[in-house]
T-cell receptor, first 116, second 112 residues
Framework: GAVVSQHPSWVICKSGTSVKIECRSL??????MFWYRQFPKQSLMLMAT?????????EQGVEKDKFLINHASLTLSTLTVTSAHPEDSSFYIC????????????FGPGTRLTVL | AQSVSQHNHHVILSEAASLELGCNYS??????LFWYVQYPGQHLQLLLK??????LVKGIKGFEAEFIKSKFSFNLRKPSVQWSDTAEYFC??????????FGGGTRVLVKP
């Protein structure tokens, strides 16, 4: 099956700093990647859709200036949490989908962010 | 907007017991339904999916799900669970743009 990786797997940072999370599709090209956020004991909430070569599409309520998404290539999307605060602490998960409407999403292992 | 609800937040059962997890979706046109599993410390994996055709869908690891249009349901079943089935299970539906909407998840604990 297709493999999606995320880096780092966990990160601890100080309040006010920025953190970059990478999502890579290892064995397929992904024109679209998705970023989710999962709070403890809760479900995944879609944050944004990352499209290669164009601006990301953010879900309602997600601050685009705080969560910067860059999809510079067909195998890499990055999520940067800018000026992170403790309430941004969460589990961030990306998924990637190969071209085609009915292709499934393949999920990365997630990145746990803790903001002190 | 499409939505998905899962009835049970936590399920505890013994090995060899049968498992059924409820999932209901709101109708939004074309129905694409999924069940994902998240084992402790691991990423989400697809168990099975329904797009059209036979409403009884067979998945991996002995799981199956039945799409009942009249009930807007897509319940997940396994006749005999194992300790290794301890995980969190998510029902999801796909909307336009290939976006997934997840249910709240059900944590399943299988006692050995």
């Amino acid at each position: 099956g297709a493999v999606v990786s995320q880096h780092p797997s966990w990160v601890i940072c100080k309040s006010g700093t920025s953190v970059k999370i990478e999502c890579r599709s290892l064995d397929f090209q992904a024109t679209t990647m998705f970023w989710y956020r999962q709070f403890p004991k809760q479900s995944l909430m879609l944050m944004a859709t990352s499209n290669e070569g164009s601006k990301a599409t953010y879900e309602q309520g997600v601050e685009k200036d705080k969560f910067l998404i860059n999809h510079a290539s067909l195998t890499l999307s990055t999520l940067t949490v800018t000026s992170a605060h403790p309430e941004d602490s969460s589990f961030y998960i990306c998924s990637a989908t190969p071209p085609g409407e009915y292709n499934e999403q393949f999920f990365g292992p997630g990145t746990r962010l803790t903001v002190l | 907007a499409q939505s998905v609800s899962q009835h049970n937040h936590h399920v505890i059962l013994s090995e060899a017991a049968s498992l059924e997890l409820g999932c209901n979706y709101s109708y939004g046109g074309t129905v694409n339904l999924f069940w994902y599993v998240q084992y402790p410390g691991q990423h989400l994996q697809l168990l099975l999916k329904y797009f059209s055709g036979d409403p009884l869908v067979k998945g991996i690891k002995g799981f199956e799900a039945e799409f009942i249009k009249s009930k807007f349901s897509f319940n997940l079943r396994k006749p005999s669970v194992q300790w290794s089935d301890t995980a969190e299970y998510f029902c999801a539906t796909k909307a336009a743009g290939n976006k997934l909407t997840f249910g709240g998840g059900t944590r399943v604990l299988v006692k050995p």
